[in-house]
């Protein structure tokens, strides 16, 4: 799909997260590649695109160190039409030929989570979202800030390398984060499309939400909805989609409920209230954008080590930030 204007050559790719345009490019020559494979031929490791060759080529390493680019390349190659030349996902600290000690997958890089990585002699962090607060990681405005100056020491001073692993996990067919989300919930069997689910047979929103709470380690949800009302149609849009994309797809899709990650109060929840008022069975849970995402730290952890067996890699989950008084 194309934007009005929008080369030919750039995709607008829309995942139920969030929105990705990528850039269609061939794929490059790849220099740390040659590093770590030693027989085979460049066209020959064009294949290797799979997960199944991706192992097989391992064993034709000449050693058992990775370093931090060929770990990200590895990913990076499973993913249809990557690399993307514009994307959030670039090393945030350290560098590609750090040598990896340990590995740690998780939602946020928090304080917190870079000092278990130390604890766990990890230098390397795998994180989904941004490590300084904004989209890109944009850092020219917290020079003078010492909650940003503290982190970024604190990471520089133990060599931890951080790849924020957003738009290619999302890009995965089908997308590693909902895969995550979807064997944490058992709701495999009732996937009908990327987002939507068929509930047979149908629970009370009541148990709905104690289900999720349940499977996904959360303490408490917001909603807004009738608790005994029957759902059987769900939509499903982990992390914060934004109100336009959750508003259209329940318009197109008609759910009983929407189950997503965060929302803004003043879009998708508003809507929600006014179907409501219009005489629509809609409701809406609210999960949480971290409680909502974690499981795809989980699927990125053993992705990992399927591939990487003789490494040591933990999922750290980052935890809620917010609580509930
Ligand atoms: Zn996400």
Partial sequence: MALPGMPKKFKLLITFDRIIIKYAMPTPKDHTRRKFITNLSLSTAAIMTTPYLTKAANFLKTDDSYNVGQIMDMFIKIVPNAPFASTVDTLKAGSRDTVVGGIVTTMFPTIGVIKKAISLNANFIVAHEPTFYNHTDDVSWLQNDDVYQYKADLLKKHNIAIWRNHDYIHSLQPDGVTTGVVAQ?????????????????????????????????????????????????????????????????????????????????????????????????????????????????????????????????????????????
């Avoid at 899709?253 to 997503?260: G, Q, R, S």
């Avoid at 219009?278 to 409701?283: D, N, Q």
């Fill in 185 to 325: 919930l058992g709701w495999k069997q009732y996937q009908k499309s990327a987002a939507m689910f068929a509930i047979n047979p149908s629970i009370m929103l009541s148990e709905l939400i104690n289900h999720a709470k349940k499977q996904l380690n959360i303490e408490k949800v917001r909603y807004i909805g009738d608790l005994s009302q029957p759902c059987t149609n769900v939509l499903l849009m982990v992390g914060a989609a934004g109100g336009q994309r959750q508003i259209s797809a329940i318009s197109t899709l008609k759910p009983d409920v929407l189950v997503c990650g965060e929302i803004a109060e003043w879009e998708t929840a508003e809507y929600v209230r006014d179907a409501q008022s219009e005489g629509r069975k809609l409701s809406l849970v609210v999960l949480g954008h971290i409680a909502s995402e974690e499981p795809g730290s989980e699927f990125m952890r053993n992705w990992l080590q399927e591939r990487l067996p003789g490494m040591k890699i933990t999922h750290v989950p980052s935890g809620n930030s917010l609580s509930f008084a």
